[in-house]
């Protein structure tokens, strides 16, 4: 059944307006100061510090997943969570993560025999592990705010924690503490975040776990659990792979490449999440609504997808050079390539997404399967070369090859044909295409790394968005209506208009 009562829809549209701008606020702000944080500290600390923290982040990905179980997406689509739900959901996951602490805590000493027997791993890990239980405790918090789509204290907490993890960063790497100064980072932007969200979230949980909660959340956390842990698995095996039979200065070089990389594909993506599942989970029920919102968000992830992740493949060397001098050029083609493979990666978990928005939570297992036997091929035939960059081409290769696999499988579930899908991304793609060729053509101008990075910046804006003009792309049109409209409306209300 549509929703044809008047004046019924245009709140939630707004609704959804506002979500995504306080979204896109934290995501942007957060990325900002995490990249303003990161080019300072990857200008002072070694490739060899970066790389104990990578090797260390192999086992944290794994224990969030553990301490989360899935629990955090299954309250996400569950329409009408009850208070026995959010708390059962907290002391689970307060549990598991306690319990998952100490187990990495006796186990140092092995994790420290994997990487090449480096035993500063030991202390640094029984401190980093730290983190993903005071992430545990924000769980439930955060989920509460993102169910009512009011997001505007998640980015606050996120903001304020970025700023003070980052400033003791700094200050420690300043003072020669190495790669404690990333540990200790990370550990106070964790304790940050977690303590405004429970100061200002108004929740306590009301109960201890409920068997009735418990059975109920589990049915779609376990798909999600299971999906989530081969997707971290076959996400960290590359740096497993680095730093236990290559070196940890591979690992730091790849690291930072992979890092820079994800800062765009990764803010997208939980941008995405957190806007559009509460959204399309209110329309599981009604197919019609559900495809039209489909095809919205389609249209509107390529509209910033294509551009961001092209461009940022474009400026590759002039920005590592402005920002780093030649410290990281073994990392520019990492990044190049990782960036490009970022657009595969952002749509597939936009799909799966769909999938779990429809109800469908015990699919996503099956496009985890898919993703991670192409990773596993691509490991096998590249691994012989005994060379990072083919490692990576790799990843190229499989994510690719994953795309056009799941697009057939969720296209035919959702009831949105796969032509349809590719339909949607296909003017913005070729337009940035035409964006990049731009771009290279800046390349060959001589000039200074800093001049040459905004030139093509600049240039690459302006004809992308002259290319989507000229074709008519809603898309644009929307989103400067909604800005400046806010805008508008907002100084006229502030003059007295």
Not at 62 to 79: T, Y
Not at 179 to 191: E, K, M, P, R, Y
Not at 395 to 423: C, D, E, P
């Amino acid at each position: 059944m549509r929703n044809d009562v008047p004046g019924t829809e245009a709140p939630l549209k707004l609704k959804t307006a506002r979500t995504l701008k306080w979204n896109t606020v934290d995501r942007l702000a957060s990325q900002v100061l995490y990249g303003v944080v990161g080019i300072v500290l990857a200008n002072i600390l070694s490739e060899e510090d970066f790389g104990l923290i990578g090797a260390l982040l192999v086992f944290q990905a794994f224990a969030i997943i553990f301490a989360d179980s899935g629990f955090g997406a299954a309250l996400l689509q569950k329409k009408t969570p009850s208070e026995s739900d959010y708390s059962t959901v907290f002391w689970f996951n307060l549990i598991v993560s306690v319990a998952i602490y100490w187990m990495l805590w006796l186990g140092a000493p092995l994790i420290a025999d994997i990487f090449q027997g480096d035993r500063r791993l030991i202390p640094l890990s029984k401190v980093m592990f730290l983190t993903f239980v005071l992430n545990a405790l924000a769980i439930v918090q955060t989920n509460r705010l993102m169910k009512r789509m009011d997001v505007k204290m998640i980015a606050v907490s996120n903001v304020i924690a970025q700023v003070g993890g980052g400033l003791l960063g700094i200050a420690l790497a300043l003072g020669g503490f190495g790669a404690w100064a990333l540990v200790w980072q990370s550990v106070t932007l964790a304790g940050i975040k977690t303590g405004i969200l429970w100061a200002t979230g108004h929740w306590i949980p009301s109960c201890w776990i409920k068997k009735e909660s418990l059975r109920s959340i589990w049915r779609v956390g376990l798909s999600v659990f299971s999906s989530s842990m081969l997707n971290t698995l076959f996400q960290t095996i590359y740096s497993f792979v680095i730093g236990a039979f290559y070196s940890l200065v591979s690992l730091g070089v790849y690291t930072q490449a992979d890092k820079w990389s994800k800062m765009g594909s990764a803010s997208i993506s939980q941008v995405l999440t957190a806007s559009f599942v509460p959204l399309l989970a209110k329309f599981q029920d009604d197919s019609d609504d559900f495809r039209r919102y489909v095809k919205k968000i389609n249209r509107f992830t390529a509209f910033i997808l294509f551009p961001f992740m092209v461009g940022l493949a474009a400026v590759g060397e002039p920005l590592f050079h402005t920002l780093f001098g030649t410290k990281w050029d073994a990392a520019i083609i990492l990044f190049q390539i990782l960036v490009i493979r970022g657009i595969f990666v952002v749509l597939v978990s936009l799909y799966g997404n769909y999938m779990l928005a429809k109800g469908y939570g015990k699919r996503l297992f099956i496009i985890e399967i898919v993703k991670d036997v192409a990773i596993a091929v691509a490991i096998i035939f590249t691994l012989y070369y005994r060379s990072v960059e083919i490692l990576v081409w790799g990843q190229l290769f499989a994510s690719l090859v994953t795309y056009v696999i799941i697009v057939t499988m969720v296209g035919k579930n959702i009831g949105y044909g796969v032509w349809k899908m590719v339909r949607d991304l296909l003017p913005f793609a070729i337009s940035s295409l035409v964006m990049l060729a731009a771009c290279v053509g800046v390349e060959f101008i001589p000039m200074a790394d800093p001049c040459r990075l905004l030139l093509e910046i600049v240039t690459g804006a302006l004809i992308y968005v002259v290319i989507i003009s000229i074709a008519g792309c809603l898309e644009l049109k929307e989103a400067t209506s909604y800005i400046f409209g806010r805008f508008y409306k907002k100084h006229r209300t502030v003059n007295g208009g």
